[in-house]
Structure formats: C-alpha cells, structure tokens
C-alpha cells in the first residue's frame, strides 16, 4: 500500500539531548514537509523539501534540523536548542507543484514528551 | 499575508443531520487551494475536501460538500447525514498557487449526538 509512515509513534527526550523522528514516503512525491501541531492549535510549519537535497524553513525552525538525502525520506531532528519540544508531530507529502499535484497527504504522526 | 479564520471552536449536531462549519480567509492573490483536513482521535490528518479558486462549481465528494464564495473569501464545509464517525476537529488550509506552504484555520470541534 502507498502511504506516509512516521517512527516512533510515541518519543521520550531527556534534557539537553537531540532525538530524531523519522518520516518514510513511497507515493513517490516530490514534496515533503515536517509540521508541529500543539494542543488545541493548527499546524505550523517547521521545514519543507520541493527536492532532494534541498531545503527551506517554515515558520518555526528554530531549534530545529532536517534532511534529504533521498527522495522518499525526510527525518527532523529535534535538538536542545529546542526548549519547548513537547507537542505533535507531523509529516506530509505533495506531487510537486501543478494542477492535482497540490494536495498534501499526512502521516500518523509522532507523538514527543520531555522526561 | 494570508490567514485562515475559522470562527466557530466547537459545533455540535445530532446523528444524521446536517451542519456547516464556516472558513473565511483573507488573500490578495486569485489563484489558490483551499481545503478541509480531518483530524479524528487517532489525530492522523486526512483530506475531505478540495477547491480550486478558479473553479466555480462547488466541490462535492459524498456526504461532505462546500460553499465557496470568491468573493467573500468563504468557504464553508457541509456534513449531510452526520454519523458517529464523523466526530473529530476539521481544519480549514489555503495554499497559493506559487507557494508550497498551507496556511491553517485553528480548528473547529465536531460533535455527533447519537
């Protein structure tokens, strides 16, 4: 089956440490981007990919890596300059740009909690 | 810059009827997406719903239905026949032509009343 997964489902950080979650396409999209969603708020945007190799920040990237060294993977890494990483997490991908090739599909999320 | 308003945090309806939920937005540009994301419980986000602004004609897939109104920037999302499962928070997102970024609503609760 074609879709996004996304690993761990749950994440513990200790302080000061880096944790990396992972997010796995295989709809062959162009497009990946990483989101950050807290409770009771929308989704805002920390990094998105048009390409391999390539990268731009969103809205809160601060604290904040990413990668893509292939095309169907992006993995964000949340670093300790990150102090306020607990929240919800998610990855989602897109055709690229172009009629019908817009839509952005998610993934199940990743769920990360400072001990 | 553009924004997304959804104006009503919570609505409630009772088991197969109907409700809408309302999205406005504010942008200078004419050619755009905007879509419905839903986010039940397991809090996984799935697409509705989605409109293209040059299009006049109002997207349709199944139960689900919207309201758009170019000219007022709106666009409001109809459930027909709610069932349980329809419970979750529906979230409203505008997307450029030119711009990969989707801009979010804050979310509206949705409730069914069996």
């Known amino acids: 089956d074609g879709g996004i997964t996304q690993s761990p489902k749950y994440l513990f950080r200790k302080e000061g440490q880096n944790v990396t979650l992972s997010c796995e396409q295989n709809?062959?999209?162009?497009?990946m981007y990483w989101y950050r969603q807290d409770p009771g708020q929308g989704l805002r945007l920390i990094y998105y990919?048009?390409?391999?190799?390539?990268?731009q920040k969103g809205d809160i990237a601060e604290g904040y890596s990413v990668s893509r060294e292939k095309k169907e993977s992006f993995p964000l890494t949340v670093t300790s300059a990150q102090k306020n990483p607990t929240a919800f997490y998610l990855c989602?991908?897109?055709?690229?740009?172009?009629?019908?090739?817009?839509?952005?599909?998610f993934g199940p999320g990743t769920r990360l909690l400072v001990l | 810059a553009q924004t997304v308003t959804q104006s009503q945090p919570e609505m409630s309806v009772q088991e197969a009827e109907t409700v809408t939920l309302s999205c406005t937005y504010d942008t200078s540009e004419s050619d755009y997406y905007l879509f419905w994301y839903k986010q039940p419980p397991s809090r996984q986000m799935i697409l509705v719903i989605r409109?293209?602004?040059?299009k006049q004609q109002n997207a349709t897939e199944n139960r689900f239905s919207v309201n758009f109104q170019k000219a007022a920037k709106s666009f409001s999302l109809k459930i027909s026949d709610s069932q349980l499962g329809d419970a979750a928070m529906y979230f409203c997102a505008y997307r450029s032509y030119s711009n990969y970024q989707l801009i979010w609503g804050a979310g509206t609760k949705l409730i069914i009343k069996p």
């Open positions: 709809l062959n999209h162009d497009a």
């Open positions: 990919s048009q390409i391999v190799n390539d990268f």
């Open positions: 989602a991908s897109s055709a690229g740009q172009g009629t019908g090739q817009e839509t952005q599909y």
């Open positions: 409109q293209e602004a040059y």
